[in-house]
């Protein structure tokens, strides 16, 4: 199940107990590099309110604006499957050196 920025909870509220998995867009689908939208950090914490009050084991996925300065805050809140494009694939450093600081930003809550 993805739910873009714009779609509300209520929209999978019916058949979460269905579901593995949700992924929940932090930007607007087009391209990468996009900026992370603050307010997706709610709804992750509010999906992981919404699966502990019905007891169920779906997974929370976020995709969009995933890098060191955001991975912390949604694993917070409760998204445990993050994608990373531009953070990683476009960083200066290299790919091992940003999936480590990304890593390291996502386990530093977990």
Do not use: W, Y
């Not at 999978?12 to 992370?36: C, K, R, W, Y």
């Not at 009050?53 to 996925?61: F, N, S, Y």
């Amino acid at each position: 199940m993805v739910l873009n920025p714009a779609t509300p909870l209520v929209t999978i509220a019916d058949i979460l107990s269905e579901v593995d998995q949700v992924l929940i867009m932090t930007v607007n689908p087009g391209f990468g590099g996009q900026t992370f939208i603050e307010s997706s950090k709610a709804k992750v914490a509010q999906l992981r309110e919404m699966l502990v009050e019905r007891r169920l084991a779906c997974a929370i996925e976020v995709d969009g604006g995933i890098g060191p300065a955001t991975a912390g805050a949604v694993v917070r809140a409760g998204a445990r499957v993050l994608v990373a494009g531009a953070a990683v694939f476009r960083a200066p450093e290299g790919v091992a050196a940003a999936l480590a600081r990304l890593r390291a930003s996502a386990e530093a809550v977990a």
